[in-house]
């Protein structure tokens, strides 16, 4: 009963002729918001938008869908140009900071009427670790202007700096990121 709904709404995306709908996100209304401690007098944000992705519906089975994201770590916005410079030198990105961040879904566990644990890897700074990000299915639905199917979904996760080899200066700069996400897509033409 608790994927009913959820299963539900995935189900509703229309499907035809095979077992999963592509959508693409929509770069423009999807964004990657992290924090952290800043020697306990401050919490610093940074964002990451624009980025690229695609996510899988099975409409037969919910959590056979899949997701995949792929972004510059250059496309990062600080608020502070020196910041984001001081990100991309050698004591946190380095020679790595021309690299994608990924993220590419393994396992998709429905928790809830409009909830997922979304489990993937995460590959940040050479480093690929497994995360789960908590999933909210916001809506889907017709777009207003688009004319098309639309999906919208929020999620979040933490994470250790450390376990990406970007820990410099922690503890006295939290080694914990908090993440947020909220992603819009269409389907696929």
């Known amino acids: 009963m608790k994927s009913l ?4 709404a995935l189900a509703a995306l229309p499907v035809i002729g095979q077992a999963a709908e592509t959508y693409v996100l929509d770069s423009s209304h999807s964004q990657i918001l992290f924090s952290y401690d800043h020697l306990g007098y401050s919490t610093t944000w940074g964002m990451f938008s624009g980025f690229e992705g695609e996510i899988q519906f099975d409409q037969e089975n919910p959590a056979a869908s899949s997701v995949s994201v792929s972004f510059p770590v250059r496309s990062m916005f600080t608020g502070w140009e020196a910041r984001f410079e001081h990100f991309m030198s050698g004591d946190f990105f380095g020679a790595d900071a021309d690299e994608m961040v990924t993220f590419t879904s393994t396992a998709i566990e429905v928790t809830g009427e409009n909830t997922a644990d979304i489990t993937g890897d995460l ?17 889907t639905g017709e777009h207003p202007m688009a004319k098309k199917p639309w999906a919208g979904f929020d999620a979040t996760t933490t994470l250790l700096r450390s376990d990406f080899n970007v820990g410099a200066f922690a503890p006295f700069v939290g080694d914990e990121v908090q993440v947020q996400i909220s992603v819009e897509a269409s389907k696929a033409d």
Not at 5 to 8: D, E, G, K, M, V
Not at 127 to 139: D, G, R
């Open 5 to 8: 709904l959820f299963a539900s």
């Open 123 to 139: 590959t940040l700074n050479g480093v690929t670790k497994p995360v789960v990000l908590a999933a909210t299915l916001n809506q």
